[in-house]
């Protein structure tokens, strides 16, 4: 029944959003808008409306901007289990809004109206990957200060780095020669790191244990070419991650044995 709809409200909501009694409401005739946000979340409510009323809404999150860093513009110094937040915007807004947690259902938001580029927070788990971003915005009521904000960075941290829990996953061996081997693995998750993951250790030992040789690897490879191995022999294959605090446990042993004959 499209033919009798008047037009469209959309209702729009900043996730974390610590004024919960504002709400900005767009009245429209058309089926589309464009609307230049931050990059924190956003929880859109789209509703219908005619002459006898208004129509339930269709609720769209719109999720937060997940691309890497923005180097430089933020920096974390840890004291404990808080965390001393410093920027150094280009121009003086009038307030900056802050926003931090690990995921979009434990974000939290304040509004920090000095202009000194500082900011404490407190209570931070340990092993956790923290998200933290820093908008700038020349109007701060609660009312109005979304139509204005603009994200000067955003930042990854831990309050405290472990070691990864687990090695990683689906370790495989091709390409099996005389000589040589391809090793293969998925990466280790991001929540079984506990920590920046820096790289991977390969350790591979033959099975007379006379020869074992480690190769480190950064944490973007997930393979390498295995060469110099002696034919017709067993090797035992583990693979472990690193990071900052130390190293994690390695895999479940693989082995494979060498080609007796063949090419290199």
């Not at 809404?57 to 404990?80: E, W």
């Not at 099996?176 to 991001?190: D, N």
């Amino acid at each position: 029944q499209s033919e009798n709809i008047l037009g469209y409200y959309i209702s729009m909501e900043r996730i974390p959003n610590s004024c919960r009694d504002s709400t900005n409401r767009i009245v429209l005739k058309d089926r589309k808008v464009l609307l230049n946000v931050s990059m924190a979340s956003y929880r859109i409510s789209i509703s219908a409306f005619n002459k006898a009323g208004e129509s339930p809404g269709a609720i769209y999150s719109v999720p937060d901007f997940s691309a890497t860093d923005l180097p430089g513009q933020i920096h974390v110094k840890h004291q404990g289990t808080n965390a001393v937040v410093t920027w150094t915007p280009d121009y003086k807004p009038k307030c900056f809004v802050v926003d931090w947690g690990t995921g979009e259902e434990d974000m939290h938001m304040k509004i920090v109206t000095t202009a000194t580029g500082n900011f404490t927070l407190d209570n931070f788990q340990p092993y956790k990957l923290y998200k933290l971003m820093v908008h700038t915005s020349d109007v701060c009521q609660c009312e109005s200060f979304m139509k204005h904000e603009k994200t000067f960075g955003v930042t990854h941290f831990y309050s405290v780095e472990g070691v990864p829990r687990t090695g990683p996953n689906n370790v495989t061996i091709l390409n099996i020669t005389k000589h040589s081997a391809l090793v293969k693995w998925t990466e280790i998750p991001a929540e079984d790191c506990l920590g920046f993951l820096q790289g991977y250790r390969i350790s591979y030992t033959d099975s007379s244990r006379t020869k074992s040789l480690a190769v480190t690897l950064n944490s973007s490879t997930t393979s390498y070419h295995l060469t110099g191995l002696k034919a017709k022999t067993i090797y035992h294959v583990q693979i472990s991650g690193f990071t900052n605090a130390g190293e994690g446990p390695p895999t479940l042993s693989q082995l494979f044995s060498t080609q007796k004959y063949g090419t290199v």
